[in-house]
């Protein structure tokens, strides 16, 4: 059986029990007060001073940098943004109004003038430029024709041709005649439309004569380029010193002469462009001539003036087309 405390166990109990009470109140005063006081110290605590310390006394203590602690940078205190303030509304913006389309056809209508101007232009410039060329073969044809016809019968005739071709100094290449000549033409491709583009007449006089040419030392080179020039045949007989260098040089040149005349089509131009060679003198020479002014009259000009005749072929071929 559980025996009753006494007064006196009961009272001694009651007082632990009040002790205990009161030693965990003490405990809990001081853990409170303690808490207090650490929430002042980090409230109180400047963290940029303490970094800033830090930093000098690690710049004391290592070499690096500064090490003068009377040098002391100022502060740059950070500027507190500018407030913004938001507009209550935003302004309602005018709607950008779409470009007006033209009226249906007006835009396809002028697109439809121009092309047709256009191909107007074209067709009258192909058309022109189809005129000119056909005019250019025709008379390239006329031409070959003539020409075929005349070298065969002067190789047939082999006439004297009454000029004299200058070389240098007085010296000519006189009373030749007539040996052989022969004519040709040649056409695009069929691609290109197959119409004549070149004619040409070559031939070539000659006489039994001889001419002897002596020339010096430099001179030797400058006048042998000009026989090569001229196309004229020649044999050259060269006297050198002990040391080998030419002092004098003697050429035999022959009296044989090649003509050529190349009559040849400017499409873009419209014309030909004669080309002679040793014709009319030693040495070239190219003119225009209009397709139009072919006729039998130039031809028959343009034979002389090879047979070296009295001619009109220069004011023939400049006349107005």
């Not at 004391?60 to 950070?78: C, H, N, W, Y």
């Amino acid at each position: 059986m559980p025996t009753t405390p006494t007064g006196e166990t009961a009272s001694a109990i009651q007082e632990a029990i009040r002790a205990k009470r009161e030693r965990k109140n003490a405990v809990s005063a001081d853990i409170e007060a303690l808490e207090a006081s650490l929430l002042a110290d980090i409230e109180a605590f400047d963290l940029d001073a303490a970094e800033r310390l830090a930093q000098r006394e690690q710049n004391t203590q290592s070499g690096a940098g500064m090490v003068d602690s009377s040098l002391v940078f100022p502060e740059i205190a950070s500027q507190a943004a500018p407030r913004i303030s938001k507009p209550d509304a935003l302004a309602p913006q005018p709607e950008a109004k779409a470009p007006v389309a033209a009226a249906g056809g007006s835009l396809l209508d002028e697109l439809r003038k121009q092309a047709e101007i256009r191909q107007r232009e074209l067709h009258s410039a192909q058309t022109a430029r189809t005129v000119s060329a056909e005019a250019i073969d025709s008379a390239l044809k006329h031409l070959f024709f003539y020409l075929h016809d005349f070298v065969q019968q002067l190789n047939i005739v082999k006439p004297g041709i009454p000029r004299d071709y200058t070389l240098v100094d007085q010296l000519q290449l006189r009373q030749l005649g007539w040996q052989e000549g022969f004519a040709d033409y040649r056409t695009q491709s069929q691609a290109a439309g197959a119409l004549v583009e070149l004619v040409s007449l070559s031939y070539r006089l000659s006489s039994e004569r001889t001419l002897i040419v002596e020339r010096d030392g430099p001179l030797v080179d400058r006048f042998r380029a000009q026989l090569f020039d001229f196309g004229l045949p020649f044999n050259c007989k060269e006297f050198k010193n002990a040391r080998r260098y030419v002092e004098r040089a003697e050429f035999e040149i022959r009296s044989e002469v090649s003509g050529s005349a190349r009559w040849r089509a400017d499409f873009d131009k419209g014309v030909l462009m004669l080309e002679m060679r040793n014709v009319e003198r030693l040495g070239s020479f190219v003119m225009p001539v209009a397709p139009k002014l072919i006729d039998q009259a130039l031809l028959d000009d343009f034979g002389r003036l090879i047979l070296g005749q009295p001619n009109r072929f220069r004011e023939l071929a400049r006349r107005p087309a």
